[in-house]
Nanobody, 123 residues
Framework: VQLQASGGGLVQPGGSLRLSCAAS????????MGWFRQAPDKEREFVGV???????YYADSVKSRFTVSRDNAKNTVYLQMNSLKPEDTAVYYC??????????????????WGQGTLVTVSS
């Protein structure tokens, strides 16, 4: 499975950005897909995932601001980020696994990773 993330960039605090991740080489509709992020000098952290049945799970720090969605026809998962804060600045990574795991918040559970896309929130 190959994952290609895109959509990162510079945005002002309070702004919005949408990341995309295109997948190839697997049965996309059956995968749990999602996002992790890593800020400078910090550990990689869970952001949010979407299951094959479209159930979603989020980190408390992004709940109500970020939305993960998927388009199975396009083999693509999205991360819509609203009300962005400077502390959201990080490299965002797309991830995938099958089957779903109860430890969806753990980076170690995901064998497939995209290359990362940088999001910078700054005025």
């Amino acid at each position: 499975v190959q994952l290609q993330a895109s959509g990162g960039g510079l945005v002002q605090p309070g702004g919005s950005l949408r990341l995309s991740c295109a997948a190839s080489g697997g049965t996309f509709s059956g995968f749990t897909m999602g996002w992790f992020r890593q800020a400078p000098d910090k550990e990689r952290e869970f952001v949010g995932v979407i299951r094959e049945n479209r159930a979603t799970y989020y980190a408390d720090s992004v709940k109500s601001r970020f939305t993960v969605s998927r388009d199975n026809a396009k083999n693509t998962v999205y991360l819509q980020m609203n009300s962005l804060k400077p502390e959201d600045t990080a490299v965002y990574y797309c991830v995938a696994r099958w089957p779903h795991t109860l430890r969806y918040y753990s980076a170690n559970e995901y064998p497939y990773w995209g290359q990362g896309t940088l999001v910078t929130v700054s005025s």
